[in-house]
């Protein structure tokens, strides 16, 4: 196999029609027919001519992805990105993330709050209280639901994937307080402010209404970014 020096893998960086080339440890693939590494970006995330060692360890997938394209080489050192090994859980965390608290806990807060959204949407078109009452208490579970949904993602990103700080999980910390924060202030100004049997009209709620309904967008962008994750290709 052919030995390839840092200096010619970092040439692999797909621009201007040069190859897309990665190495795992030192062995280096080809990557330049794949739509996913299209310009030598993989995900916004991953940049062509590095090692991707440690960035592996965090993927969702193994190297057997890697393995369906053409290895060219060796490089004939170390590249710089060196391999490391993600941080192992010990005691009660490794034994809840072992039972993957994240994928569980995170169904409460996503799923009702698009029902709670819809039941509230009802309640508008159909003039009906019992729609309005079903999503609010609906929305008190998603709120309730949303701090263990987002400390189990945190145990999750911290030891399966290496706690590496990329665009994507950043974008889906964001998207997690905003969800919080979204049903923190509805529930504030629905029991808060417009008490629990207080008037279905006024500024305050149509700020209520305007809250719960900007669940949806927030929701379809977290589980968007989840799919991502879980799901790359």
Not at 121 to 139: C, G, K, Q, T, Y
Not at 160 to 188: D, E, H, M, Q
Not at 193 to 214: E, K, M, R
Request: aromatic share 8%.
């Amino acid at each position: 196999m052919a030995e390839i020096d840092p200096g010619q893998l970092e040439q692999g960086d797909g621009r201007e029609g040069r190859r897309v080339l990665v190495s795992v440890g030192r062995k280096v693939y080809d990557l330049s027919k794949s739509a996913l590494w299209a310009g030598g970006e993989h995900m916004h995330s991953h940049r062509a001519g590095r090692d991707l060692s440690l960035a592996l360890q965090a993927a969702p997938h193994g190297p057997e992805v890697l393995e369906r394209f053409p290895a060219v080489g060796e490089v004939a050192a170390p590249a710089e990105a060196s391999p490391a090994v993600l941080p192992r859980p010990t005691g009660l965390v490794a034994a809840v993330l072992a039972r993957h608290p994240h994928p569980v806990a995170v169904h409460f807060p996503i799923a009702l709050g698009i029902v709670a959204a819809a039941f509230l949407a009802a309640s508008l078109v159909l003039d009906r209280r019992v729609f309005e009452s079903a999503a609010l208490l609906n929305l008190v579970v998603a709120a309730l639901g949303a701090p263990p949904a987002i400390a189990a993602g945190l145990l999750s990103w911290r030891f399966n994937y290496g706690g590496i700080w990329t665009p994507i999980f950043f974008r889906k910390a964001v998207l997690s307080c905003l969800l919080l924060c979204l049903s923190v202030a509805a529930l504030a100004v629905r029991l808060g402010v417009i008490g629990w049997h207080g008037t279905t009209s006024g500024p305050w709620w149509w700020s209520y209404v305007a809250l719960v309904l900007a669940h949806v967008p927030v929701v379809m962008g977290l589980g968007y970014l989840g799919g991502k994750i879980t799901f790359p290709r």
